[in-house]
């Protein structure tokens, strides 16, 4: 009765003194009185899924403020709303004993967009959830990412995404667990991920926590919902490249839901204006010159997934992914005689994840996981006149299986703790071989297999204003018999409500990379090969990062500071074919990388800018090249600048994007066929600029977004990169090196429409 009582009172002095509206919600999931909410009182709450889920919230038609409505839901749903900020607020779950069960707070509620939030140490994108990007078409998780300070692709792909100096095989990529080796399509030009499935991507770039192992550099960890649906829901679209489709259907009421998506290419029956503009960048130095029905590039991604909720403590979920990309193509060379390219890639997985919630303490996590990645390329030429031929083949396979049981243990309001033991083998092979009518010769192959224990514990505990993140994480590789550890460490203090200082520090190792391999074939675009670590041609790379920063935010700005120092060693390049025909060795190399990043944003109700620059130094050094001295990295991007706006009207919203980068360096080779320099020169200095635009409508309960995207504006042609190609056109050529240079440019101007239904 007090309870009420002070409800009534709290209330009334509320609209008096609160700005308050005329507002109300008719008995409706809490998950879609927050939208309403947040829509109407401009508000973001931030909140775990699990918290809101099966809760339903209630409002009768009066006046509110903001702070009425938060003790409404307090009491509705037994969550409070902590603020942040004037406009963010965090629902934290209040026990029977009236304690607070802390989450991982937001240290920044809206990051360049909304739907992108900062996590002390990790960055947050909900793609269903987020606004326009500059240059993004319908959300594309991974080219999203490629916003966020020090991440960079030198080469405009989506997949090829380098973070703070790290390589784009060092980033460990799972999506419910599953293991993803090459997680693009059009050969890495847009995301393998549909982004209409995606709950939520967590992105690491520093201190990453001790579950995580594997590699080297960054984390993208992907989720699909988990949730239970009430009724049946259909999400379908269209753009230039491909048409998709996701649904989820409840089968058992509250208990279990069926969801699948599968998205298609259109390319081999329609090419359009965005698909040529992608295979003019893709294909460029090769002998790839157009595509109609007979040569065809297509691709491919399904997903299934099944959500079984056998009571209010446990979930299990089963999710199987494919994701495929398959090119045929065939032309004359001569009259009588013809050159054929077929390559496959495919990348597939299964995972299931068991969740039981003990009590508001302790909870327990069972996962399961299998993955394959299969490439394989061949190439035949061959004369109809004299029956003779020639074929060279390239395969890398990889089979990944694993299991994983963790714990989380919240010890008071203040401490929580989370430990687990993870294990996976890793079976990875590849063949290069070239074979004719007379003649077969195998070139490079090699099968490994290793079985990876790991056991690992996180400890978080927070005192006043200072928040303590340390971890341990102990790996055993059976191959190369070697223990490795590798402690975690995030300490952040907040000095006033304004000002937040961070330190952080980590240490990883890797034991599966891939290796550049410059075998002589027209397809010049994945010459990448995985391979296993064995301690002597390939080492185990080990990888040390320290890094310290500042966040200030007032009066809607939004500075944030980061500086980093990372060290490598054990990194190896397959020099095949190179620097002569028959060379096979390895280079074993370290280096280092530091940098600087500094974000600065403004925003208001209706719009807001950001600026991003970033600053990076990375050297490497091998065995037996430059002297052994320090040279310039390949990938290098020494500086570069992001500008954002964007702009909402009403169900309208635009974006406009600037993007600036110097050049990265190349080595100059001489007449002879000698480096006279290794990357000691730059190429010029690369722009563009990119807009983007949505527009969204609904129809009763049916609701439409269609929108366009031009990548490359002004449509300035930069080069990207510049590469040496070892040339065997005569006998000669076999003791003599000569080199012919390739210089690859960027995307031209690239236009793209989306249009999208959900019901």
């Not at 269209?238 to 298609?264: E, H, T, W, Y």
């Amino acid at each position: 009765m007090n309870r009420i009582l002070f409800a009534c009172l709290f209330l009334l002095s509320n609209a008096v003194f609160s700005q308050s509206k005329a507002f109300e919600c008719e008995l409706m999931p809490l998950a879609k009185a927050i939208i309403k909410i947040e829509k109407e009182f401009d508000v973001k709450y931030s909140y775990a899924d699990s918290l809101i889920a099966d809760k339903r919230f209630l409002l009768l038609k009066k006046q509110y403020s903001i702070e009425g409505i938060n003790l409404e839901i307090e009491i509705q749903a037994k969550l409070q709303a902590k603020k942040i900020s004037d406009r963010y607020y965090a629902l934290v779950s209040i026990d029977e004993n009236n304690r607070l069960i802390p989450l991982n707070e937001v240290v920044i509620g809206s990051f360049l967009i909304n739907g992108v939030s900062k996590y002390n140490q990790r960055f947050v994108l909900l793609p269903q959830k987020s606004e326009v990007l500059a240059g993004v078409t319908d959300s594309d998780v991974l080219l999203s990412l490629q916003q966020l300070p020090g991440v960079k692709s030198p080469n405009e792909t989506v997949t090829g995404m380098y973070v703070r100096g790290g390589t784009q095989d060092q980033n460990l990529m799972l999506l419910d667990g599953i293991r993803l080796y090459h997680p693009g399509h059009l050969f890495g030009m847009i995301s393998g991920i549909n982004p209409n499935i995606v709950k939520s991507v967590s992105f690491y770039n520093k201190a990453t926590p001790a579950n995580y192992g594997e590699r080297a550099s960054s984390v993208i960890d992907i989720e699909t919902s988990g949730k239970l649906e009430q009724q049946a829901t259909i999400n379908a679209g269209v753009n230039a490249l491909n048409a998709d489709c996701f649904m989820q259907v409840p089968i058992i009421k509250n208990k279990l839901d069926v969801q699948v998506s599968g998205r298609k290419s259109f390319t081999e029956l329609w090419r359009s204006t965005t698909f040529n503009q992608l295979a003019n960048k893709v294909f460029q130095n090769t002998d790839f010159k157009s595509f109609n029905d007979s040569n065809t590039f297509q691709f491919y991604d399904y997903l299934a997934k099944i959500i079984f909720k056998p009571s209010d403590k446990s979930t299990i979920t089963i999710t199987g992914l494919s994701i495929n990309n398959d090119l045929n193509y065939k032309y004359k060379i001569t009259a009588d005689s013809t050159s054929s390219q077929q390559m496959s890639i495919l990348d597939d997985g299964y995972s299931v994840n068991w969740h039981h919630q003990f009590s508001d303490r302790f909870s327990q996590k069972f996962s399961a996981y299998y993955s394959v990645y299969d490439f394989r390329y061949s190439k035949k030429k061959e004369n109809d006149t004299t029956q003779d031929y020639e074929v060279f083949k390239k395969l890398n396979r990889i089979v990944n299986s694993g299991a994983e049981i963790s714990f989380h243990s919240l010890i008071n309001q203040k401490m929580q703790l989370d430990y687990g033991y993870q294990v996976s083998g890793n079976d990875v092979s590849h063949l290069f071989n070239t074979y004719n009518q007379d003649v077969g010769i195998d070139l490079n192959q090699r099968k490994l297999f290793n079985v990876l224990h790991a056991v690992y514990l996180s400890h978080d505990y927070a005192l006043q204003r200072w928040r303590f993140q340390t971890g341990l994480r102990y790996n055993y590789f059976s191959k190369t018999e070697m223990h490795t550890f590798e402690p975690r460490l995030f300490i952040q203090n907040k000095i006033t409500e304004a000002l937040v200082l961070q330190f952080s520090y980590e240490r990883k190792n890797q034991f599966m990379s891939q290796a550049r391999e410059n075998s002589i074939n027209d397809l010049s675009l994945e010459n990448y090969v995985w391979v296993l670590s064995d301690n002597e041609k390939y080492p185990i790379q080990k990888a040390n990062q320290f890094s310290a920063g500042f966040i200030y935010k007032e009066n809607n700005w939004l500075l944030d500071v980061d500086g980093y120092y990372k060290t490598i060693n054990g990194i190896t390049g397959l020099n095949f074919g190179f620097f002569n025909q028959n060379d096979q060795a390895t280079s074993k190399g370290q280096g280092f990388t530091k940098g600087a990043e500094v974000f600065v944003q403004k925003k208001a109700k209706d719009w807001r800018t950001s600026v991003t620059y970033s600053f990076q130094d990375s050297q490497n050094k091998f065995e037996g090249l430059h002297a052994g001295r320090y040279f310039t990295a390949n990938s290098n991007i020494a500086h570069a600048v992001n500008v954002n706006l964007n702009k909402k009207w009403k169900q309208f919203s635009a974006a406009l994007g600037w993007f600036w980068h110097t050049g990265k360096p190349y080595s100059y080779i001489n007449e002879r066929g000698m480096i006279e320099s290794f990357n000691e020169n730059n190429l010029p200095v690369y722009h563009r600029m990119d807009v983007s635009c949505e527009y969204t409508f609904s129809s009763g309960k049916i609701k439409f977004r269609t929108g366009f995207s031009i990548y490359n504006l002004y449509n300035r042609k930069s080069i990207i990169s510049r590469e040496y190609e070892r040339q065997f056109v005569s006998v000669g050529d076999l003791a003599n090196e000569r080199y012919k240079r390739n210089d690859y440019y960027s995307l031209g101007i690239t236009p793209n429409v989306f249009f999208r239904i959900v019901i």
